[in-house]
T-cell receptor, first 114, second 111 residues
Framework: EAGVVQSPRYKIIEKKQPVAFWCNPI?????LYWYRQNLGQGPELLIR????????DSQLPKDRFSAERLKGVDSTLKIQPAELGDSAVYLC????????????FGPGTRLLVL | GIQVEQSPPDLILQEGANSTLRCNFS?????LQWFHQNPWGQLINLFY???GTKQNGRLSATTVATERYSLLYISSSQTTDSGVYFC?????????????FGTGTRLLVSP
């Protein structure tokens, strides 16, 4: 069974440019998560989807970040415009249902904003 | 929110040695996971263990939910065990509770 797939694996952009990350969860997993991991820290949740509905986006900086999960399967996270402080690893995870179940993580996208 | 503390922050071992990593949390939980983040950044599930004891090969974990801690045991360590080990918990409350990660234990196993 394929795991969580993310692309691209690496991205280098200049500040003020837009960037987008794509995630395809494990087949059959209804819940999808986007996390951000800063250097030397644990991942922090940005947004959680139950099917196509964003049920928790309280940690998402909405002035420049947006996300969508059309058809309740794959998802896209966008930053526009990017700032230097957005440099981090962006991780996607999925689980069968919401709370109390195992989350499986993708390999992440390493973003460097110059 | 819930606090998750891991110890030790850094650990250096000789290949073949055993080790114990600890995770303390400040509230009741209904989800606790141990992850290994390898040097390439991939987070790999080790255990889903909100309570009790589990074993998988050279690794085992115990969570004592009533005392709010979990332990990860690594026996006969190998160089491939190097990386960062994270404990992550969900608080036992009504409504959505996000998975909160500790700051990790950085393990280096030398040959």
């Amino acid at each position: 069974e394929a795991g969580v797939v993310q692309s691209p694996r690496y991205k280098i952009i200049e500040k003020k440019q837009p960037v987008a990350f794509w995630c395809n969860p494990i087949s059959g997993h209804n819940t999808l998560y986007w996390y951000r991991q800063n250097l030397g820290q644990g991942p922090e949740l940005l947004i959680r989807y139950e099917n196509e509905e964003a049920v928790d986006d309280s940690q998402l900086p909405k002035d420049r970040f947006s996300a969508e999960r059309l058809k309740g399967v794959d998802s896209t996270l966008k930053i526009q415009p990017a700032e230097l402080g957005d440099s981090a690893v962006y991780l996607c995870a999925s689980s069968l249902v919401g709370q109390g179940t195992t989350q499986y993580f993708g390999p992440g996208t390493r973003l460097l904003v110059l | 929110g819930i606090q998750v503390e891991q110890s030790p922050p850094d650990l250096i071992l000789q290949e073949g040695a055993n080790s114990t990593l600890r995770c303390n949390f400040s509230d009741s939980v209904n989800n606790l996971q141990w992850f290994h983040q390898n040097p390439w950044g991939q987070l790999i599930n080790l255990f889903y263990i909100p309570s009790g004891t589990k074993q998988n090969g050279r690794l085992s974990a115990t969570t004592v939910a009533t005392e709010r801690y979990s332990l990860l045991y690594i026996s006969s360590s190998q160089t491939t065990d190097s990386g960062v080990y994270f404990c992550a918990v969900e608080r036992r409350r009504t409504g959505f509770q996000k998975l909160v990660f500790g700051t990790g234990t950085r393990l280096l196993v030398s040959p």
